[in-house]
């Protein structure tokens, strides 16, 4: 079956930089899309950024262009997403998780990815 195991969240002031690791164990993940989603306090989980099976094509929300790069090291069967220039508002929960091959393919959707990890947890202080 396979799953995603999050880590690399913590404390870190606004202004700060993270960077969270995905790694697949069980299975790889290689040959699909796959992409990160948060959830803050109160919230829905929404989409961050995605990475295409080679890395040669990503994707991101507005909130984070331009500042949180997606990239992926197949040989590591590992996701990353580095995150600069951290707001408060970026607290949340950070999930990764596999695009389904029926989604299109630049699918946002929490219904459009699938075999989750358990999060890793993320807070900007201001």
């Known amino acids: 079956q396979g799953q995603l195991v999050e880590s690399g969240g913590g404390l870190v002031q606004a202004g700060g930089s993270l960077r969270l690791s995905c790694a697949a164990s069980g299975r790889t993940f290689s040959g699909y899309t796959m992409g990160w989603f948060r959830q803050a306090p109160g919230k829905e989980r929404t989409f961050v950024a995605a990475?295409?099976?080679?890395?040669?094509?990503?994707y991101y929300a507005d909130s984070v262009k331009g500042r949180f790069t997606v990239s992926r090291d197949n040989a590591k069967n590992t996701m990353y997403l580095q995150m600069n220039s951290l707001k408060p508002e970026g607290t949340a929960v950070y999930y990764c998780?596999?695009?389904?091959?029926?989604?299109?393919?630049?699918?946002?959707?929490?219904?459009?990815?699938?075999?989750w990890g358990q999060g890793t947890r993320v807070t900007v202080s201001s």
């Open positions: 998780a596999v695009r389904v091959v029926s989604a299109g393919p630049y699918a946002t959707r929490e219904e459009d990815f699938g075999s």
């Open positions: 990475i295409n099976w080679s890395g040669g094509r990503t």
